[in-house]
């Protein structure tokens, strides 16, 4: 039986998973297992009564239920949405006058049997047991209830219109403005949290003035902001009273002028008069700020301990001692110079520290001398972070010349009591001057420039001031105040500009590995190329020249694999010489195969200690010849798989000289330095020390003996490209043979044996490798060429009879003479053909085989489309255009990838990550030993109980965001149609049916 119920499960959904362990109560042994937090299952057992509960009036031809039922909740004046899906509708919300034409029962009626109708006012009974339904052996499925949030575990119905089973976190603009003023007012703080703010944009007046005043205590900032934009004055002065002493004075503050304008000409006439009236921080606000609009009227809006003072022909305001340690933390914080001007200066004096600690940075630090002398001779306990974040905001030029003009010769010794005031603890400063220059000199404590607050506030014009113990402070706190900088200003560009080389370098460095490239083309240094779209950085020869030895010691790994490959053809034997070793341990083959020759003769043996296997494979025979016997004993074992083929030839057993007489080779590394040898001037023998311990050597035939399993054989060159991530793949150039390589004895021709062998018969095919892996299969005269990579390779026992066959996932497997066995997966023919073809996004080929395309990386929110390679290369057909072109709809679409050699392969929608499928799968049907097969074609398949059904994903995929643990599966069609959504936010739709 608990078979049969897996079965149930399966055909509802291929796979539920784990959102939260919330386990059912079965009756007896029908009940099928609760799906972890996703759905619970009903079944009618063989005498046709219902084991669980149902309701009378339940009855379907399929025997299955409609998705979700409502509480029947009926409401006297409400009439129904227009909108209505034609096979489910909600019960909870019935006009008592008037009905929809088009409305249709949620209890869909069989032909043959009819319900009793006999049904509760209030509530549908759960537990009453229909007497008609007779079914036999069919089996009823009937979702009860999804579990989890729907609004965080994203599980809930889109089609749905009821209140409780919104997913508020889907709401746009469109849909949130159609609900109902009753959802709006019984909203929770938890629900409207979810609701983007941009859907918030959506909401009309009339929503908004039905608000709960506990969603407006909890609303933020951006959430106000985003209300305000769709308030009219008339709508604002009508808000509750309530409403408006929560939220009214950050509303008029988010008010575009125009608004506040209407506001403040009609409030007096309004109810709000009294809120307005009442609070002298929002009177004090409108006075500051709006005193022209008010001008006939200012005395009604004057605040109580306020008073206009004459000042000239100025409009200024004096605050009463008592009345300014009340003023609001909100009114200072919106406080601007032109406030404070307008402001006598004694109200200093009288401001409490929480209140001065509030006042904006780019308000201080603009303040007039009168206002700023007043911090000098105050006794207030300010906090060392704010003062910190004050004193390095000013432009200390500036700040001179406000003192010169207000205490003329005395200038110095007021600045500098200014400073000694307002510097935080620890910090030194010493004001001269020197005939008509002042001299001023600030020294923070070391730790000090290590600090967030420091950093962050930083500006370039008070750098001047700043004395640094040494060179490397201060180049540090450079390039971390351009880091530390979310918008880079003018002054910080021109502050770039006059930086030496190695700083500059610094500073453009940390912003584009930050990604706040907006303006770097104005900061890199002259010469300089960034390339928005790769990321990395081209040099002019000249620009490479500026390097000098002291700029080139200073670089670091990510710093130098930001450089094109061009780059590099410029480094000179001095430049390279002056490398640090730290610098070179990212770079890849690309990069180190455009360095001329001679500039190698300045590699070291630690250079080559830290090269990445990857990089020494640029390296050609030539450079090689340039580099000292010294330098080469830095070669290892964890990068001297990475040499070229040829080198490995030309050089020998110098490669392995520095190596210590212990060390042992990797199983891949040992193959292809085996293979790779010049047999007739190495002896097996000198190279049977270095042999992985599962290689045996037989020194009669000077061939290799592998153990029995699967092998890893030495890697093709790796993909270096901007926009295509992939892994790295079999070399089968290589032999079991001692220099069987360049004899072309290797694996890749022991394959197309097999083809010609009699049994198999296909003479005319044969394969040959790409540099990076691709395998391809050719037929002569046939036209005929298909795109592989080796996927497993596998060392069978000795004496199997080479084969040609293929395996469950329709994949071909090839077994040699030697019981190699190789099985073959679909790939693009060529990764750079492929990368060309989406130059604005990037390609991503799995350790499986599946492909994501992302079209537009720059748009996250854009579809991606997942699939598998058909291995089949033809040439294009009459009408596709180079590129990407989508053909078919839903389940039947696919891709026609046009390359722009004119050749095409086709790409079938997969599986974007099998991982969560295998994950999740058996734990959704509980049954552990739940496999699936990925077939050749993309479709899923799996066996339960006798039962086959297969899976067929959809192309298209859809980013959205999500805070999953696990991946999760929606049900959109009970047994037909599924959603998947992975923790990494990718949602795919997956087709389930059975088979035969």
Not at 120 to 144: A, L, N, P, R
Not at 721 to 738: A, K, R, T, Y
């Amino acid at each position: 039986m608990q078979n049969k119920k897996l079965a149930v499960a399966i055909q509802s959904a291929i796979l539920t998973f784990a959102v939260g362990s919330v386990t059912a109560e079965p009756n007896d042994d029908t009940m099928t297992p609760t799906l972890y937090g996703v759905v619970e299952l009903e079944l009618s057992n063989d005498d046709g009564k219902s084991d669980d509960k149902k309701s009378d009036d339940k009855k379907s031809d399929d025997k299955k239920s409609d998705d979700k039922k409502s509480d029947d909740k009926k409401s006297d004046d409400k009439k129904s949405d227009d909108k209505k899906s034609d096979d489910k509708k909600s019960d909870d919300k019935k006009s008592d006058d008037k009905k929809s034409d088009d409305k249709k029962s949620d209890d869909k009626k069989s032909d043959d049997k009819k319900s009793d109708d006999k049904k509760s006012d209030d509530k549908k009974s759960d537990d009453k047991k229909s007497d008609d339904d007779k079914s036999g052996d069919t089996i009823g499925i009937e979702i009860i209830y999804e579990i989890g949030n729907p609004t965080t575990d994203e599980l809930g119905n889109s089609e749905t219109t009821d209140d409780d089973t919104i997913d508020f976190s889907e709401l746009d603009i469109e849909s949130i403005a159609e609900l109902s003023i009753d959802i709006i007012a019984n909203l929770t703080v938890e629900e409207f949290a979810l609701i983007s703010l941009d859907a918030l944009l959506g909401l009309t007046v009339e929503q908004i003035a039905a608000l709960d005043v506990s969603i407006w205590e909890s609303m933020t900032a951006e959430q106000l902001a985003q209300i305000a934009v769709s308030l009219t004055a008339d709508s604002f002065v009508e808000l509750n009273q309530d409403v408006l002493n929560i939220v009214g004075f950050n509303l008029l503050m988010a008010f575009e002028r125009d608004t506040v304008k209407d506001v403040l000409l009609m409030v007096e006439e309004s109810a709000a008069w009294e809120w307005m009236s009442s609070d002298t921080n929002v009177l004090g606000w409108v006075v500051l700020n709006h005193n022209d609009i008010i001008d006939a009227s200012l005395d009604i809006f004057m605040p109580v301990g306020w008073s206009v003072v004459v000042d000239g022909e100025e409009l200024k305001f004096e605050i009463e001692e008592t009345v300014v340690p009340t003023l609001s933390i909100e009114l200072i914080e919106s406080m601007t110079v032109n406030n404070f001007a307008l402001i006598d200066e004694s109200v200093i004096d009288f401001m409490k520290v929480e209140q001065v600690e509030v006042i904006p940075t780019t308000t201080l630090v603009e303040l007039d001398e009168t206002y700023l002398t007043k911090f000098t001779e105050s006794d207030k306990e300010l906090s060392d972070d704010f003062l910190t974040r004050m004193i390095v905001n000013f432009d200390v030029v500036k700040l001179e010349s406000k003192y010169k003009k207000k205490h003329d010769k005395q200038y110095a010794k007021e600045l500098e009591k200014f400073y000694k005031r307002m510097l935080p603890k620890g910090w030194k400063v010493d004001v001269k001057i020197k005939g008509s220059e002042t001299s001023i000199k600030i020294k923070p404590p070391k730790k000090a420039l290590k600090t967030d607050i420091f950093l962050h506030n930083l500006s370039p014009k008070f750098m001047s001031a700043i004395e640094f113990e040494d060179d490397s402070d201060y180049n540090s706190v450079i390039a971390s105040m351009f880091d530390y900088s979310d918008v880079i200003s003018d002054d910080m560009i021109v502050f770039a500009e006059e930086q030496p080389i190695a700083n500059r370098i610094n500073i453009s460095f940390n912003l584009i590995n930050k990604g706040n490239t907006a303006k770097i083309h104005q900061v890199v240094p002259h010469g300089w190329t960034f390339n928005s779209k790769t990321k990395y950085i081209n040099m002019t020869s000249d620009a490479v020249a500026q390097m000098t030895p002291d700029v080139i010691v200073n670089l670091n790994a990510e710093q130098m694999v930001r450089f094109e490959p061009q780059v590099f053809s410029h480094f000179t034997f001095e430049q390279v010489t002056n490398m640090p070793v730290v610098a070179l341990k990212k770079l890849n083959r690309k990069q180190m195969a455009k360095l001329s020759v001679k500039s190698c003769g300045g590699f070291t043996k630690q250079h080559f200690a830290s090269f990445d296997i990857d990089a020494l494979g640029g390296m050609t025979v030539e450079h090689f010849n340039e580099v000292s016997p010294e330098a080469l004993t830095g070669i290892t074992v964890n990068n001297v798989g990475g040499l070229d083929s040829k080198v490995i030839f030309a050089m020998g057993l110098d490669i392995l000289k520095g190596m210590e007489s212990t060390a042992k080779l990797s199983f891949a590394d040992s193959i292809k330095i085996f293979s790779n040898l010049n047999v007739e001037s190495v002896q097996a023998t000198e190279v049977e020390k270095f042999l992985h311990q599962d290689i045996e050597l037989d020194i009669t035939t000077k061939k290799l003996k592998l153990k029995k399993g699967k092998l890893k054989l030495p890697k093709a060159k790796k993909v270096v490209l901007s926009n295509m991530i992939m892994p790295e793949l079999s070399d089968l150039n290589v032999s079991l043979n001692l220099g069987g390589a360049f004899a072309e004895q290797t694996v890749l021709t022991d394959l197309t044996n097999v083809l010609a062998l009699p049994k198999i018969n296909f003479p005319d095919f044969s394969f040959e490798q790409s540099e990076t892996g691709i395998v391809k299969v050719r037929g002569s005269g046939t036209g005929i060429e298909l795109a592989f990579r080796a996927a497993v390779i596998e060392q069978l026992d000795e004496g199997t009879d080479p084969d040609l066959g293929m395996n469950v996932e329709g994949n071909y497997a090839l077994t040699t003479e030697e019981g190699q066995q190789v099985t073959f997966t679909p790939m693009p023919k060529d990764p750079e053909l492929l990368a060309d073809v989406v130059p604005d996004g990037e390609v991503e080929i799995n350790e499986n085989g599946e492909v994501t395309i992302d079209l537009d990386t720059e748009d996250e929110t854009a579809e991606k489309l997942a699939g598998i390679f058909d291995p089949e290369v033809k040439q294009a057909e009459s009408g596709l255009n180079e590129g990407i072109n989508i053909e078919g709809t839903g389940v039947n679409q696919i891709v026609k990838i046009v390359y722009k050699d004119g050749t095409m392969q086709t790409m079938l929608p997969a599986i974007q990550e099998r991982i969560s499928v295998d994950y999740a799968g058996p734990i959704a049907a509980e049954e552990p030993g739940l496999t699936f097969i990925y077939h050749s074609n993309g479709q899923v398949s799996y066996n339960i109980d006798g039962i086959k059904w297969r899976a067929k994903p959809e192309l298209k995929v859809t980013k959205v965001k999500v805070n999953l643990t696990k991946p999760v599966i929606k049900i959109l069609q009970p047994g037909k149609l599924v959603e998947l959504t992975t923790v990494k936010g990718f949602r795919q739709l997956i087709h389930i049916e059975q088979t035969d």
